[in-house]
C-alpha cells in the first residue's frame, strides 16, 4: 500500500519559536494532501487542504497565518507553526490522496 | 450536534466479538470508513464501505450499514489484546473525512 511520512515524530520547542512539520508521500505523487489535529481524547479536525501548486484551503476558524502550508511539490506538503504557543500542543497528521487518503504516523508538538 | 457520534468506551474478554456503533448525519456521504489508532501513532484503514452496500465481511472484521438509520457498525469477531486501540469512524463528504471521536476498546485477557 501507499506510505505516507512524516518529520519529525515528535518535537519540543520554547513558545514563541516556529516549527515546521514535513509530510511526504513515499511511494506515489499526490497533488491534495491533508493536515489534522488530533487533542487528546478527541477526534481528529481537519485543519487545511493542500494543494500541490496552489494555496491551501483552510477549515474556519483555522489561521492561515499562524498555521503556514506549502505544497511545493507532488510528494512533500510542510506545516509551519509560527510563533507556537503552547496552546499548540497537539499531535498533527496529515494524509495524501490517492483514490483514498493514506495517513501518515503523525507528529507530536509540544511547546514549552 | 455532532456530525458522526460513538460511544467513547468499550470492553470485552479476549476471544468475545466486539461491536462498535456509529451514527452519522449527512447521507449524502458515499463512502463510510473504519479506522484503527495504536496509542501515539497514526490512523490505519481497517476497512470502508460505499454507501449503496449494506455489509462488508474482511477477515474478522464485519461492516454493518443501515443507510436509513444511518448508521454504522464495526463487529470484530475473536477479539484479541492487540486490537486494543481507538476506533474512529469517518464519513466522506466529498473528499475531506468527517471522524468521531472515536472508540476506545480495552481487551481483558
Known amino acids: 500500500g501507499a506510505v505516507v511520512s512524516q518529520h519529525p515524530s515528535w518535537v519540543i520547542c520554547k513558545s514563541g519559536t516556529s516549527v515546521k512539520i514535513e509530510c511526504r508521500s513515499l511511494d506515489f505523487q499526490a497533488t491534495t494532501m491533508f493536515w489534522y489535529r488530533q487533542f487528546p481524547k478527541q477526534s481528529l479536525m481537519l485543519m487545511a487542504t493542500s494543494n500541490e501548486g496552489s494555496k491551501a484551503t483552510y477549515e474556519q476558524g483555522v489561521e492561515k497565518d499562524k498555521f503556514l502550508i506549502n505544497h511545493a511539490s507532488l510528494t512533500l506538503s510542510t506545516l509551519t507553526v509560527t510563533s507556537a504557543h503552547p496552546e499548540d500542543s497537539s499531535f498533527y497528521i496529515c494524509?495524501?490522496?490517492?483514490?483514498?487518503?493514506?495517513f501518515g504516523p503523525g507528529t507530536r508538538l509540544t511547546v514549552l | 450536534g455532532e456530525d458522526v457520534e460513538q460511544s467513547l468506551f468499550l470492553s470485552v474478554r479476549e476471544g468475545d466479538s466486539s461491536v462498535i456503533n456509529c451514527t452519522y448525519t449527512d447521507s449524502s456521504s458515499t463512502y463510510l470508513y473504519w479506522y484503527k489508532q495504536e496509542p501515539g501513532a497514526g490512523l490505519q484503514l481497517l476497512t470502508y464501505?460505499?454507501?449503496?452496500?449494506d455489509m462488508k465481511q474482511d477477515q474478522r472484521l464485519t461492516v454493518l450499514l443501515n443507510k436509513k438509520d444511518k448508521h454504522l457498525s464495526l463487529r470484530i469477531a475473536d477479539t484479541q489484546t492487540g486490537d486494543s486501540a481507538i476506533y474512529f469512524c469517518?464519513?466522506?463528504?466529498?473528499?475531506?473525512?468527517?471522524f468521531g471521536k472515536g472508540t476506545r476498546l480495552s481487551v481483558i485477557a
Open positions: 494524509s495524501a490522496l490517492r483514490n483514498e487518503q493514506f
Open positions: 469517518a464519513e466522506s463528504r466529498n473528499t475531506p473525512l468527517v
Open positions: 464501505i460505499f454507501s449503496n452496500k
